[in-house]
Every structure is written in C-alpha cells, then in structure tokens.
C-alpha cells in the first residue's frame, strides 16, 4: 500500500528548468490547480486490487482520486490504463503511448512491485524506465504524482530478505523523479503503511481502507480542498490473536495465495495475461450532487 506529503522544491537535472517535490507532512502542500484530463498508470495497485467495487471488479485509490477531483472541480475526464502484473518496463512499453496520446494535465504512476518480485532487480534500468515514463509526461505540461512503497516486512514476512533491495528500488524512483520533475509522495517515510491492517488478505495489495489512505495522500499532495494531512495517522493498538489464529491465517494464505502465485511464475505467466486496461479511454467522472445542491460525495 503505501504514501508522504510535502512541498519541499529540489531542483531537477542542469538545464532543464524542472523541479521535484517531495512530499512531507511537515510543510504544506502545492496551492491546487484545476485538471481536466487525469490518466493513471501502473500495475495492480493502480488498477485498484483490493478494493472491490461491489459490481466485481476493483475500485482502487486513482478511482477515488478522480472522483475527489470531479467532486471540487463538478467534472473530470478520466482514464485508467494500469493492468496488473506489470513491471516498469511494460508499463514504459504499453501505457506510455496510450497516455502520451491522450494529453493529460494529471497523471499519477504506481509500478515497482513486480519488478521487486522478479529473480532479478537493476535498480539503475527501473529508474531508467521511470524517467522514460515520467519525462515526456511533465514535459508535455502534466502533474505527475508516485510514490514509494513500504517496508512490506510486517505485512509480508518472506519479504524481509527483499528489503535491501526494496531500499533500492526508491532511492532508484526518487533520483528519477527528481530528475524529472514530477512530485514524490514518501509513503516508505511512514510507519503505518506497513501496518498489516491496511492490506488485504493476499498481503501483496491493499484493502479498502489501504486505497482510500492512499487517494487522501495524493490528495493532500495536490493540495485539494479538505484533504487530510493525518492519512499517515497510526491505528489503534491491533487487537491479539492467538497461535492458533495466527497458524490457521498462514496456512490459509500459503494454501489460497503463495502457492498459486509460485505456479503460476514458474510457468511464466503473468495475473495481468490477457487483460487489458479497465477504463482504456477518457470518459467523464461526473461530480455527485449534494443535498444542498452543490457538488460532493466520493464515487467514480
């Protein structure tokens, strides 16, 4: 799951006139501008896993996003090409052209775990592939948001070996984005995107509750009006469980997700085979009125 929030100004690469913000709750956030066209990419968790829609497919924090937007501005144009099991690359290969060619003045990008998962990891060709992704994009005038991804040990204990090279892999998006000029949400900076509560039960995604901290901290980031600077709020003291409980989760976990998910590796298959983008072009996200009559709500 994961997001920071911030204002601090970092100048980008010599030359280029760009500037990288990351984002710290500390300082307040960029004044917000109005946006017409918002185009989201990325893999899973930009898709929306695991937030169910309650129509069989996924909501996801770009979806809450948008309507958030949609709801201050009383419209917005939207399109989603995330597809999941993407890595950085594929995203760069496959969603680039689509976004490029829809010219959004919004843009958020969420792509990095499946290039954590894979055999091998070069952060130096990730951020090569982030920059590429990301350049042409402000370049071209838009506001681009990402974001690190955290310490994903307490969700996910098998990824505590991982951890170096997670460490890696956002030193690796925060160069590029400061290269580039697009702004950094810091969530790795905050403890409690690593709590187990905020990711759903495949312990890869996260939950409702996880997406719509997430849509909050980019939110903030923007500074959108009534955004709340406490999305990285710890929660309460979990309540114990006992070993039993406790072996009863991780069996049921092995059994209904790691093991499916090793075999269906090593056959070299993708969960994102076959699957194309659920919203492939710029549709309108209509603001919802209110009861005084004025525009509110949340949905997409």
């Not at 901290?213 to 923007?222: N, Q």
């Not at 955004?227 to 072996?247: N, Y």
Request: with cysteine; proline share 8%; charged share 25%.
């Amino acid at each position: 799951m994961a997001p920071d929030s911030s204002g601090a100004r970092r100048r980008g690469a010599p030359g280029r006139g760009l500037d990288c913000r990351v984002i710290r709750e500390t300082e307040p956030s960029p004044r917000a501008r109005r946006f017409e066209r918002y185009v989201a990419l990325g893999d899973s968790t930009a898709e929306g896993l695991d937030d169910p829609d309650g129509r069989g497919g996924y909501r996801g924090w770009a979806d809450r996003l948008a309507a958030r937007v949609a709801d201050l501005q009383g419209g917005l144009l939207y399109a989603n090409l995330a597809v999941r099991g993407r890595t950085a690359r594929q995203v760069r290969d496959e969603q680039l052209p689509a976004a490029l060619a829809l010219r959004p003045d919004l843009v958020t990008l969420a792509c990095g775990t499946n290039d954590l998962l894979r055999r091998r990891f070069d952060p130096e060709r990730y951020a090569a592939d982030v920059e590429a992704i990301q350049r042409p994009l402000v370049e071209g005038g838009a506001t681009l948001l990402t974001f690190t991804l955290p310490d994903l040990g307490p969700v996910l204990p098998l990824a505590r070996p991982l951890g170096a090279r997670l460490r890696a892999m956002n030193d690796a998006l925060r160069d590029a984005t400061r290269r580039c000029g697009a702004r950094l949400v810091d969530v790795a900076a905050h403890p409690v995107a690593s709590d187990p509560r905020l990711w759903s039960d495949d312990r890869l995604h996260a939950n409702a509750e996880g997406h719509a901290r997430i849509a909050e901290a980019l939110a903030h980031a923007l500074g959108l009006p009534g955004a709340d600077p406490a999305w990285h709020a710890p929660l309460g003291a979990a309540p114990g469980a006992g070993a039993g409980a406790r072996l009863a989760a991780e069996l049921r976990w092995w059994r209904v997700h790691l093991l499916p998910w090793l075999w269906r590796h090593a056959r070299g298959r993708s969960s994102g085979d076959g699957r194309g983008p659920k919203r492939p072009r710029l549709a309108p996200v209509a603001a919802r009125p209110a009861a005084d009559g004025t525009c509110g709500g949340r949905s997409a």
